[in-house]
């Protein structure tokens, strides 16, 4: 479809794992966003990328949690050393104009 | 530093019955952007409106509608007629300094919105 795919939709791990998720924008959307989101909480805001480029990365929550576009398209989030509380939905949105984000249906990462 | 509160966890109303959903927020810009999202049950975020920091005349669409007041720094959204498809989750949501480029975007926590048939 044209929309924003995520993969894996569900990931299971055990904590001290490593996980990455991956994002694909819709083709020509130049920013790409990534939030987590706990339940009954909003998006929290973790990073976004302009291009290739990490615009602002003041959300990721410590250096465990690392992201990627090395071409401008694709993204992945890379999390070292799983721990329990990183369990949530991992959001990936992309836009072309400000504000207007297109969101995927998310990853949900539980860290046993 | 930027932030967005709806106080509103949780509304239920009658289908039909008109709803308001408030939302305040907080920055130290004079040029930003607000946003409502819609979640409904399925999950994925459906963008509904941007306004900026420069327009606040009030936006209406279809059963939707948007009051933004500079004065009280709020953007409230209210639903007339409203039908049980309505029934999701809905953010609002500010970003600073976001005239002509992406910038960063901060969510409320959301009002989950129960429409009753």
């Known amino acids: 479809g044209a929309g924003v795919s995520q993969t894996p939709s569900n990931k299971v791990t055990e904590k001290g794992k490593y996980v990455e998720l991956r994002c694909d924008p819709i083709s020509g959307h130049t920013a790409l966003y990534w939030y987590r989101q706990s339940l009954g909480q909003g998006p929290e805001f973790l990073i976004y990328?302009?291009?290739?480029?990490?615009?602002?990365d003041s959300g990721l929550p410590n250096d465990r949690f690392f992201a990627v576009r090395p071409e401008g398209s694709v993204s992945t989030l890379k999390i070292q050393r799983t721990e329990r509380g990183d369990s949530a939905v991992y959001l990936c949105a992309s836009s072309l104009q400000a504000g207007e984000l297109f969101f995927g249906e998310g990853s949900r990462l539980t860290v046993l | 530093a930027q932030k967005v509160t709806q106080a509103q966890t949780e509304i239920s109303v009658v289908e039909k019955e008109d709803v308001t959903l408030d939302c305040v927020y907080e920055t130290r810009d004079t040029t930003y952007y607000l946003f409502w999202y819609k979640q409904p049950p399925s999950g994925e975020l459906v963008f509904l409106i941007r306004r900026n920091s420069f327009d606040e005349q009030n936006e209406i669409s279809g059963r939707y509608s948007w009051n933004f007041q500079k004065s009280t720094s709020s953007f409230n959204f209210t639903i007339t007629a409203s039908q049980v498809v309505d029934s999701a989750v809905y953010f609002c949501a500010l970003s600073e300094d976001g005239m002509n480029r992406d910038d960063k975007i901060i969510f409320g926590k959301g009002t989950r919105l129960h429409i009753l048939p």
């Open positions: 990328f302009q291009g290739t480029g990490a615009a602002d």
